[in-house]
């Protein structure tokens, strides 16, 4: 199985949002990475087949999306990063409904529903509307309404918006376990929550895919890069001024350990650490710091 996005472009009035991408998606976890803006949503939305590229195919095994339609459309799930469901329904009776949309069997559905309020800890809140939900909780039926389906891709827009660190944590399981034979593809501006379970990564800049690879693959060029080191607490601020801090964290005797990114060593005790996908990001992304330190 796979999906191949041939050359497509999305130009809107004066605006190239995604320009002539070249991405073969394969089953796993795929993590697409960039900052606001980056033309993420834009790539999902053709890829869904909700909007059409300017030019350019996008083909599922070889066969262009777009002479598949309804066929494609099945073996499709979509959480939209603009999932909000402002309905009066409840979870269940809005997941019921999807489900008929869908074309999905009663029982089927109810079985598959259950199955997905249980892995997305929904069921105590199955009777309440959707409106009263929180916003962690109205992104968990999204994702649950995108799975009905049982997709052979799923394509999640920021699924992880509005997440406690707890169901960070649960999605991420679930995810790694869903993936199998799958291809699953998720945008993000916060690495972390991809990390650990893409098998995959493309980072995406100005409408372009600039990398592809796995971590393992992404990080190496910022190999010796990555630094971290001891400075006096009161020093902090000349240093930020002159280094890409990346982390800091007060220790005892006035000291404060900071985590920096630099072609060299710019401290003397400075320390190489084992570059993560974060640092890669704040590499290709200085900017993303300031909007790291302002959420
Ligand atoms: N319907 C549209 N009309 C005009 N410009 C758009 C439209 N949708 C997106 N854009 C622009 O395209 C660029 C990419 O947007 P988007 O795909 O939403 O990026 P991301 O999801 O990575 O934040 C942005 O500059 C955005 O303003
Ligand atoms: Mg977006």
């Avoid at 400075?231 to 601020?237: R, S, W």
Wanted: aromatic share 8%.
């Amino acid at each position: 199985m796979n999906l191949q996005i041939m050359n497509v472009t999305k130009e809107f009035k004066d605006k190239k949002a995604v320009d002539k991408v070249n991405l073969t998606l394969a089953p796993g976890v795929w993590g697409l990475l960039g900052a606001n803006g980056a033309g993420k949503t834009t790539l999902m939305r053709m890829i869904t087949d909700i909007m059409s590229p300017s030019s350019g195919v996008i083909k599922y095994n070889g066969k262009d999306i777009k002479k598949l339609g309804k066929l494609y459309r099945e073996i499709l799930g979509f959480l939209p990063q603009e999932f909000g469901c402002s309905s009066d329904f409840s979870v269940v009776d809005y997941l019921e409904y999807v489900a008929a949309y869908k074309g999905i069997e009663k029982k089927v559905a109810r079985k598959k529903i259950a199955e997905l309020l249980d892995i997305l800890t929904l069921s105590d809140v199955k009777k309440k509307k959707i409106v009263k939900l929180s916003g962690g909780m109205r992104r968990r039926v999204g994702i649950a309404q995108a799975m009905l389906n049982n997709p052979e891709i799923l394509i999640l827009d920021e699924p992880t918006a509005g997440l406690d660190p707890g169901e960070r944590i649960r999605f991420r399981n679930f995810i790694s376990e869903f993936s199998q034979d799958r291809i699953v593809l998720i945008s993000t501006h916060i690495v972390s929550d991809i990390e650990y379970i893409s098998t995959q990564n493309a980072i995406m800049k100005g409408g372009k895919i600039v990398d592809v690879g796995t971590t393992e693959e992404l990080v190496k060029q910022i190999e010796g890069k990555v630094w971290s080191a001891l400075i006096p607490a009161k020093e902090v601020a000349v240093f930020e001024r002159k280094l890409r801090i990346i982390n800091q964290k007060n220790e005892p005797n006035g000291m404060v350990s900071i985590r920096y990114l630099s072609s060299n060593s710019e401290v003397d005790n400075s320390v190489n650490e084992e570059p993560r996908l974060e640092d890669l990001y704040l590499w290709l992304f200085p900017e993303a710091a300031y909007e790291r330190e302002v959420k």
